[in-house]
Every structure is written in structure tokens, then in C-alpha cells.
């Protein structure tokens, strides 16, 4: 046989040429080798509920160790199917309309990969969260972007321009990923500019996808409010969440899709061959966690937003611009008054002079340039974690 020699792109897809591994985990990387704090990525370095660990040992003590059912075990989607109608007045069939994944990382390329086809449109509003581009990708999609503008004022709201939106829509258009509460922004979508976006969803003929895993984390009286549950999107939504966030167990995988029985029937096949099925004692616990009391989210909500009023001040005093969140744990901020060259070298001052790990704001966007000046600051942690932050923070005054 002819030896055609080493081609070593040869190997490999194109897909993969057209984006890069996470920024947000490199960080958490950079601040183990640089003894830094990691205010990067977003989890908790509290315990997790002592109710649901138990309930994850008893599982496992009591051999829930093979594999569930592969779109999800029975307990976790009836507690799911609860929650969605206690939560969101949204009835849902637990045995047609939910698909449990390995997270809500799982569950979003799942859906992508069982609703696009190779030319289709997926429009994702930006900053974004990172996956959600490679996923549109590795989807056969063409990713769109939708600019969420920053307020001008430090107490106002991110917004975005109807005209944009309706101009990123045409007959290509397959699906609008919505994210709400917002990370990186800390928005939330409020139920005016839901309905307006349910409008062009029925006006284009677009499925929404919409990813709501920082539901329980509120702050400032907002309100969270699924898409879902507005009249007309029953059948054209499929509704992400997961147990990482609201119980603090993001090392877990357990995440879902909830969506129309035909929806999800795609979905279930993609999700078989991906990854069978999500681990099935931690399913187990998650039908115990979805069973915690009302004062649990509560307790939640108002525990993160003491930590961000307590970090919140902190950036300002050591020069940042900060944009208020209403929803999630992290703090986007601006960097004008620092004299860098953009983003991706000042993280790397943070990371290894003041030992403060930070995501730089170039990884939420299409364009880095849009990012150049701006940094998030995940606030998922102890108030000594933030303390220690804010301590080494203070280096960055001038004359420090
Ligand atoms: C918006 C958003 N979606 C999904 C995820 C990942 O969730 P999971 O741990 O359920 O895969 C994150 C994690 O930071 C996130 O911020």
C-alpha cells in the first residue's frame, strides 16, 4: 500500500478545530499550580446537605449499584415531575417527559444532538456559558449570538435589543438557548421579555432550550419563571436542570431534560448511547434532595446572597466595576480602571502575582474583543474563602 505519510490533522474532526477546552476548569488548574483562591469555577467548597449524603450511603449500602433505568431512575423523575408543578404550576409525565443525564452539561448536548440537524441555527444570547457553543457544534449547528448589553448603571439590568433577537431568527433557525438565572451576567429573565421571546419562538417555528439550574438562587425579590410554563411553549420547550447547583454536589452528574413525550423520545436515544445512564445511587439521593423542605431554598437563597453582598464590596474597593447579580453565584465585572492589556493577562496577574483565580471575560463571548474587559468572579464559596479573596484582592489599589 502507497505510504501517504503522517498527516496528523488527517486524524482528527473538523469540529473540534472551531473551539477550545474550557477556560472556566484551566482556571481552577492555574489556581492549584499557583496556591491561588479559586473564585473561577462554580462550586461550592462547603458540605453538601448532610440529609442527601445519607441518603447517596444508603443507596449504595443498600446496592442501588447497577445501572437505572437509562432515562432516569423512577423516585428521581416522580420527585422531578413534583417539583416542576409545585415550582412552575407545569404538569409534566414523569414516564414520557423526562430523560435524567449526567448533568445538565450531558442534558444540553443531548438535546442539541437529538433536535439539529447539520445546517441548523441554534441562537445563544452573549456572554454566554462556555459549553454551550462547542455543543451547537458537535451538534452540526451554526451558533448565532444575541448581545445581553450591561447596564449603565451598577444596580441596573443586562437587557437585549427585540430587533437583534428577531433579526438572528430565519427559516434555518432551530432552537434559542436561554439561560435563566444568567451565568455569567447574574440576570434574570424577567416575564415580559420571556413572552417576547416565546413570541418569535412561535413566529419562526424555534424550540427553546432553556437551562434553569440556578433556579433557586435568587436575590433582590426577583423571580425565577420558566418558559415553559407560558401558554404556547408546552410543546416547543425543553427545560434543563440539575442537582448541582441547588444542592451542592456539582462532583455528582445528575442533571435532566424535561420536554414534550416526541422531544423527548429523541432525547432518550441520543442520551442511550452517549452515556447509558446517570450513576444510580446519586439518582437515588436525588429523589431525596428534591424532597427538602421549602425552608431549604430559602436557607440557599439567602446564604448566597450574603456571600455576594460580601464579596460585592470588596471588588469595588480594589478597583472593579461591578455589575450586580439577581440570580446565580457569580459577579461580572469590569476592568477599565486597571491599567492591563486586556482580560487574559490581567486573570493571569490575578492567578499568579495576587493569587486570586478569576475567569477572563473573553471565554463568554463569540468575539473575545467584547470580553476584553471584563472578569467573573464566582462568590460559591465560605465567607473565610471570600475573606482571604478580599484580603489578597486589595493589592490591586494603587500604591499597595
Ligand atoms: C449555566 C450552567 N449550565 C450548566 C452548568 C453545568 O451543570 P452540571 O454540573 O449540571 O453539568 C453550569 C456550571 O457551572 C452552568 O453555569
Avoid at 66 to 75: F, L, V
Avoid at 76 to 92: D, E, H, K, S, Y
Avoid at 117 to 141: C, H, K, M, Q, T
Wanted: charged letters at 20%.
Amino acid at each position: 500500500m502507497a505510504d501517504v505519510g503522517v498527516q496528523p490533522k488527517h486524524f482528527l474532526s473538523n469540529k473540534v478545530e472551531h473551539f477550545t477546552e474550557s477556560v472556566i476548569r484551566e482556571m481552577t488548574r492555574q489556581a492549584t499550580l499557583h496556591g491561588a483562591v479559586n473564585l473561577a469555577q462554580g462550586f461550592p467548597d462547603f458540605p453538601a446537605p448532610a440529609e442527601i449524603k445519607r441518603a447517596a450511603q444508603d443507596a449504595i449500602a443498600a446496592d442501588v449499584n447497577q445501572y437505572a433505568i437509562t432515562w432516569g431512575e423512577k423516585n428521581l423523575r416522580n420527585a422531578i415531575a413534583r417539583q416542576m408543578q409545585a415550582w412552575q404550576g407545569i404538569p409534566v409525565d414523569p414516564e414520557t417527559q423526562i430523560t435524567v443525564c449526567c448533568g445538565s452539561t450531558e442534558a444540553m448536548i443531548s438535546t442539541l444532538l437529538a433536535v439539529c440537524n447539520l445546517g441548523d441555527e441554534v441562537v445563544i444570547f452573549e456572554p454566554f456559558y462556555e459549553n454551550y457553543g462547542p455543543d451547537a457544534i458537535l451538534s452540526g449547528a451554526k451558533p448565532v449570538f444575541v448581545k445581553l448589553r450591561p447596564p449603565s448603571a451598577p444596580d441596573g439590568e443586562w437587557t437585549f435589543d427585540e430587533r437583534e433577537l428577531r433579526a438572528a431568527l430565519h427559516r434555518h433557525t432551530k432552537a434559542i438557548i436561554l439561560n435563566t438565572p444568567n451565568n455569567p451576567t447574574g440576570k434574570v429573565f424577567t416575564r415580559a421579555e420571556l413572552e417576547m421571546i416565546r413570541d418569535l419562538c412561535v413566529e419562526f417555528n424555534v424550540i427553546a432550550i432553556t437551562d434553569e439550574i440556578y433556579e433557586h438562587i435568587l436575590y433582590d425579590g426577583t423571580q425565577h419563571v420558566s418558559i415553559a410554563s407560558l401558554d404556547g411553549m408546552e410543546d416547543r420547550t425543553v427545560t434543563i436542570n440539575g442537582l448541582s447547583k441547588t444542592y451542592s454536589v456539582t462532583g455528582w452528574r445528575v442533571g435532566w431534560t424535561v420536554a414534550s413525550p416526541l422531544v423527548t423520545s429523541a432525547i432518550r436515544k441520543v442520551h442511550d448511547f452517549l452515556t447509558v445512564g446517570a450513576p444510580a445511587p446519586l439518582q437515588e439521593a436525588g429523589a431525596a434532595a428534591l424532597g427538602l423542605p421549602a425552608s431549604y431554598y430559602q436557607n440557599l437563597a439567602n446564604g448566597y446572597r450574603a456571600r455576594r453582598d460580601r464579596l460585592m464590596p470588596a471588588l469595588a474597593e480594589a478597583g472593579f466595576r461591578c455589575f450586580r447579580p439577581r440570580g446565580a453565584y457569580y459577579i461580572m465585572t469590569d476592568i477599565s480602571s486597571f491599567e492591563f492589556a486586556g482580560d487574559i493577562a490581567f486573570s493571569r496577574h490575578l492567578v499568579k502575582d495576587i493569587r486570586v483565580a478569576a475567569v477572563p471575560g473573553s471565554s463568554f463571548y463569540n468575539n473575545p474583543r467584547d470580553g476584553a474587559r471584563q472578569v467573573r468572579f464566582a462568590f460559591c464559596k465560605r465567607d473565610e474563602t471570600l475573606d482571604e479573596a478580599a484580603l489578597r484582592l486589595m493589592k490591586l489599589r494603587p500604591g499597595s
